[in-house]
């Protein structure tokens, strides 16, 4: 099983910029997909960007421009750089790791974009 560690959550302002990490307990270069799901209270986990092992990117349609996936492989760790921040991207940020016969979750980071 992966452990996943998120970090880089908080309050920013409307407009404002974060970045989220996720680090992993195992090589990423050995996670088929790694990436980011959002969820806000009462509704689903949703996409927001996935990177995989080969480096081949994917995005929520709604989200592209704005949020980059990348991943720095010698920390075993993936980014996401959040800019332009909107009040409806406040959910909480959780680090999915895939891998053949397994599945990861991060426990989570809270991002709140308010004024």
């Known amino acids: 099983q992966v452990q996943l560690v998120e970090s880089g959550g908080g309050l920013v302002q409307p407009g404002g910029s974060l970045r989220l990490s996720c680090a992993a307990s195992v090589s990423i270069l050995s996670i088929n997909v790694i990436g980011w799901y959002r969820q806000v209270p009462g509704k689903e986990r949703e996409l927001v960007a996935t990177i995989t092992s080969g480096g081949t990117t994917n995005y929520a349609d709604s989200l592209k421009g704005r949020f980059t996936i990348s991943r720095d492989n010698a920390k075993n760790t993936v980014y996401l750089q959040m800019n332009s921040l909107k009040p409806e991207d406040t959910a909480v940020y959780y680090c999915?790791?895939?891998?053949?016969?397994?599945?990861?979750w991060g426990r989570g980071t809270q991002v709140t974009v308010s004024s």
């Open positions: 999915n790791a895939r891998r053949v016969i397994s599945a990861s």
